[in-house]
T-cell receptor, first 115, second 114 residues
C-alpha cells in the first residue's frame, strides 16, 4: 500500500503481559516516529528513528518500553509487563527525512487496551 | 517546558457558519506550526503548516491559519464549514532545536450540525 500501516489495529491484553506493535512505513522513508494518544489527551512523542538508529528516545515513558527498527523499514514497539495506564492508541508516522520540511505521514494506529 | 494548548475540547457549529479553532504555544523562539485533522477511524492528515514567510497560511479544504508571534498563537479558521468537516483537529508545534519532533495539543473536536 501507499500509506503507513500498523498492526494489529486493536490489541486487548491482560496486565503484566508483553505486547508488540508493528509499523510499516511508506517505502523509502528514512525517518520513523512513534506517538501515543491517550484518552482525552493529545499525541505524545515517544521515539524517533533515522534509519535504524534512534537519536531521540526521550519520550519513552519507562524502561518497559522499547523500540527497534530493522532494515531501515519495519519498526516494532514493545511494551513489557503492561499496565493499565499503557492503554492508548499508538500511532506511527514516517517521513522522507528527519527535518521539518519533511511531512510526517501517520498510520491509522493500534488501539491497546490493558485489562 | 515546551507545550501546546488547545483550550476548546469541543466546538459545535452550524453548517455554513464560520469557525475558529484556537491554538497557543509556550515559546515563540524559532517555531514551526502545523494543523492536523483526524476523521473518524482514520489516521492524521496534514491540513496546513507554517515554516516561514507569510504569516497567513492556506491549507486544504478551505482552511487557513495565521501565525501571530507576539501572541504565540496559530488559530485555524474556515469561513463556512460543511458537515464533512466534523473531525478532531490537532495543533502541533516543532521547535528548531528538535525539528523532527512534533508537540501536539490535546485536540479540538469540531462538530458541524445541519
Amino acid at each position: 500500500g501507499a500509506g503507513v500501516s500498523q498492526s494489529p489495529s486493536n490489541k486487548v491484553t491482560e496486565k503484566g503481559k508483553d505486547v508488540e506493535l508493528r509499523c510499516d512505513p511508506i517505502s523509502g522513508h528514512t525517518a520513523l516516529y512513534w506517538y501515543r494518544q491517550s484518552l482525552g489527551q493529545g499525541l505524545e512523542f515517544l521515539i524517533y528513528f533515522q534509519g535504524n538508529s534512534a537519536p531521540d528516545k526521550s519520550g519513552l515513558p519507562s524502561d518497559r518500553f522499547s523500540a527497534e527498527r530493522t532494515g531501515g523499514s519495519v519498526s516494532t514497539l514493545t511494551i513489557q509487563r503492561t499496565q493499565q495506564e499503557d492503554s492508548a492508541v499508538y500511532l506511527c508516522a514516517s517521513s522522507s527525512g528527519g527535518g521539518l520540511y519533511n511531512e510526517q505521514f501517520f498510520g491509522p494506529g493500534t488501539r491497546l487496551t490493558v485489562l | 517546558a515546551q507545550s501546546v494548548t488547545q483550550l476548546d475540547s469541543q466546538v459545535p457549529v452550524f453548517e455554513e457558519a464560520p469557525v475558529e479553532l484556537r491554538c497557543n504555544y509556550s515559546s515563540s523562539v524559532s517555531v514551526y506550526l502545523f494543523w492536523y485533522v483526524q476523521y473518524p477511524n482514520q489516521g492524521l492528515q496534514l491540513l496546513l503548516k507554517y515554516l516561514s514567510g507569510s504569516t497567513l497560511v492556506k491549507g486544504i479544504n478551505g482552511f487557513e491559519a495565521e501565525f501571530n508571534k507576539s501572541q504565540t498563537s496559530f488559530h485555524l479558521r474556515k469561513p463556512s464549514v460543511h458537515i464533512s468537516d466534523t473531525a478532531e483537529y490537532f495543533c502541533a508545534v516543532s521547535w528548531m532545536d528538535s525539528s523532527y519532533k512534533l508537540i501536539f495539543g490535546s485536540g479540538t473536536r469540531l462538530l458541524v450540525r445541519p
